[in-house]
């Protein structure tokens, strides 16, 4: 009778162990001396376990092994988006990044965030309800290219006139396309490039991933050239909405102006 108790006592640690592992279950917000950034993505995936939970010393294998855990991104695009991260330490040639120093202003950083007020106005790394509402607020119950570059162009005409040092350079304009691709493609589907609105509140919100919302990691692999032709389908959309409140001009290569930014920081 001991011995049975015993064992049923063992399988249910073990259940609980095998749970617990799980690191789409094991979430937590940072401690005190942990560091998170304006990336809400990379936070999550540290308060996930998925990248180092402290948020810094962050290499090479650390990304690649936690982009691919928690969301199937392919080793080549890991190392692509590192090439930038590393950019970002003030230590040159450095060999690792924390999250933290991906808020250095107007190097990947940039004004008119989603969910971030500019650097002018405050913290630029920390997620701020205000300028996440004006975004949601521009998206149906489905996020697409239209109203995901929608919500873009009414963040920047906010941006622009309210804060006198509003800048963007090419590359971080390139970056907001890129963003809404991702968190379209990673939450949604990158094919239709469709997202239901509740799981990217849910990500932007919590800093979590959101499983309980029916999300599950993707089936397919994500590459740098998903990455590019689903840039190119916001892009196309962004630039049907400039207005001479933001002008730039039309036909612009915006992967390329990703490219080139990359070949910048190597
Ligand atoms: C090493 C990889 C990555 C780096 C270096 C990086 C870097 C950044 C940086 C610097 C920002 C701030 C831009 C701003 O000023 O608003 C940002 C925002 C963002 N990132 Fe990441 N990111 C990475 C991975 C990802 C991934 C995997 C996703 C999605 C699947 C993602 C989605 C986003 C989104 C949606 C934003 C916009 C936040 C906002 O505008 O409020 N990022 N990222």
């Known amino acids: 009778m001991r011995l049975a108790a015993f064992l049923s006592l063992a399988v249910a640690a073990a259940a609980v162990n095998v749970s617990n592992s799980d690191p789409f279950e094991q979430w937590h917000g940072p401690k005190a001396g942990d560091v998170r950034g304006p990336c809400p993505f990379l936070n999550t995936f540290a308060n996930h376990g998925f990248l180092p939970r402290t948020g810094k010393y962050i290499t090479l294998d650390d990304l690649t092994n936690g982009l691919f855990n928690a969301v199937n991104f392919d080793a080549n695009i890991s190392a692509f988006l590192f090439d930038f991260a590393i950019s970002t330490n003030p230590e040159p040639n450095s060999s690792w990044f924390s999250l933290d120093h991906l808020t250095r202003h107007n190097v990947l950083e940039h004004d008119a965030s989603l969910s971030r007020v ?13 300028a996440f509402d004006e ?7 489905i996020v697409n290219v239209e109203s995901g570059a929608a919500a873009i162009v009414a963040r920047m005409k ?12 090419q590359l971080g304009e390139a970056f907001i396309l890129g963003e809404t691709a991702a968190f379209i493609s990673i939450l949604g589907d990158a094919e239709a490039l469709t997202v239901e609105k509740t799981r990217v509140e849910y990500l932007f919100q919590n800093e979590r991933l959101p499983t309980e919302l029916g999300w599950k990691r993707p089936e397919a692999q994500f590459t740098t050239d998903i990455l590019v032709r689903n840039l190119q389908a916001v892009a196309v959309e962004y630039q049907k909405r400039l207005n001479s409140t933001v002008l730039r001009k039309r036909g612009v290569d915006y992967a390329e102006r990703l490219m080139n930014g990359r070949a910048r920081v190597l």
């Not at 500019?118 to 205000?130: C, L, M, R, T, V």
């Not at 975004?135 to 119950?141: K, V």
């Not at 906010?158 to 350079?169: D, H, I, V």
């Open 118 to 130: 500019d650097a002018f106005h405050g913290h630029a790394d920390i997620f701020n309800q205000e």
């Open 135 to 141: 975004t949601r607020s521009h998206w149906g119950d």
């Open 158 to 169: 906010t941006c622009k006139s309210t804060n006198p040092q509003y800048s963007l350079s």
